[in-house]
């Protein structure tokens, strides 16, 4: 039955009306992912040699046991956001001699093998025969590397038990920051005393099987959960929601932008997809730590300017790029309504504008690597208001892929076209650029107040540029409206 299941998914796969649509957009990702494998291979083989550099005196097997609980809780956040829930269209089989369990075992199987199940492995396998390489035991390195592949297993399963609660995912957010806090400032080594557990799984490789014993837990809970959700009823009643609402009248002082804003909020809040990339700006915050942090981009300025736009323009870039795809559901009946054009594009504006300001505020915490980052990101978060935010508007007139809210976050490539991959492009390239040259050939500082005064002129037209990018939505209305009226 799973072997039938699989060719029907195989054709259902090709026959698609999208799939000819897409294929583009298949093969590239298919590239990215490749390089990703290419990149957690070289990691994988490289990190007991890095590791071993770098701290001389310590085993380079305990310290990546000793980070093991970021990588799982980190891991468990990742799929929060981006890992879509295993989908199976089952009302067909529902009216059909099938053994309903059966529907259930194979769309649990199914997401075992998902990207981010499989990703891990390109790390830690490899980690694993270097290890062995090196002299350390074979059964204890095996017992190690299964507990890890039951874990990543397990972390799967949870996430679909936690994957709608809200509560779980602050929950997952604070703790993450807390062992941080606790690690930074030396309360308690909690990821040194969790990664002793890991070292004692390899002194005595039987305890491997813990892992197995929780993954089996979580599976069952999963069974559960959707066995009963397999029946015909359910698949074809129509559920009722309560709306909730939220006091949004402060917002009506912006005048006759305020309906817009007020919806804008709305659809982003109300839905997975948009609340994913809302939620994500945040954790776009911490990107330059990865770069701030590292002696290979110290002195490699025009990285750090390329770090420190990603720092406050998370929310600019992902919700900017597919401007007006968003509102694709129902644009016919917008573009229906006795109204200006840019008052519509404005409340986009508003969203991008407002963001950026609220993550610039919150990246005060960079002063404590110097005054120099903090001017780029202040640099940053200038070019993102001023130019960013009106060029992905100009941008959004050439979107012509539909979007659909219901079907999940960012890991959904859904409405993506290669024009949100051409946008980016000169977004990054550009502001990085201008700090080049001018920091080469001018100053140091120079690069700081070129950015930024990029970005302040851009703002200082604001009025030119809305009216120049309304003529050109409304030139391209029907076009839009055609486009985004075709099922993806």
Known sequence: MISHFLKLEWK?????????????????????????????????????????????????????????????????????????????????????????????????????????????LFFYIPFSLVLIKEGYAVPGVLGWCALIILLIQSVNFLNFLINKNKTAFGVLLVLLIGFFVTQQYQLFDLPGTFGKGFDFVYRDPIYSLLGLVLLLVLYQLNFKQLRSLVYLDEAVSQKVKEANTADLSWIEKFGDVAPFIKNDIRLIWRNKRTKTVFLMSFLFLFYGLIFYTMDAYKDSLPMLMFASLFVT???????????????????????????????????????????????????????????????????????????????????????????????????????TSATQFLIIIPLMLFPMLLFWFFDKFIGYNSGFVVVAATGIMSFLLKNYAMNFIEKKYIKDKYAMINAFGKES
């Open 12 to 120: 259902q796969f090709f026959r698609s009306a999208a799939f000819g649509k897409s294929i583009g957009i298949k093969i590239l990702m298919g590239f990215f992912g490749l390089y990703l494998i290419a990149m957690f291979l070289f990691m994988g083989i490289g990190a007991f040699y890095g590791l071993k550099k770098f701290f001389p005196e310590q085993d380079p097997f305990v310290l990546v046991n000793a980070f093991l609980l970021y990588a799982i809780i980190g891991d468990l956040i990742f799929r929060y956001l981006m890992q879509q829930l295993p989908v199976m269209h089952i009302q067909p089989f529902l009216t059909l001699p099938i053994h309903k369990n059966n529907i259930v075992h194979y769309v649990l199987l199914k997401s075992s093998f998902s990207f981010f199940n499989v990703m891990g």
């Open 313 to 415: 323009g998370g929310f600019t870039l992902n919700y900017g790029q597919f401007i007006p795809a968003w509102d694709s559901a129902h644009y016919k009946m917008l573009m229906s309504q006795s109204f200006r054009y840019r008052k519509f594009l404005e409340s986009k504006w508003f969203l991008m504008v407002a963001m950026t300001t609220l993550l610039y505020i919150l990246s005060f915490p960079y002063l404590y690597f110097g005054t120099d980052i903090f001017l780029m990101i202040t640099a940053g978060a200038i070019f993102n208001i001023g130019f960013n935010s009106l060029f992905l508007l100009y941008a959004g007139s050439f979107n012509r892929k539909r979007i659909d809210l219901t079907k999940g976050g960012l890991g959904n490539t859904q409405g």
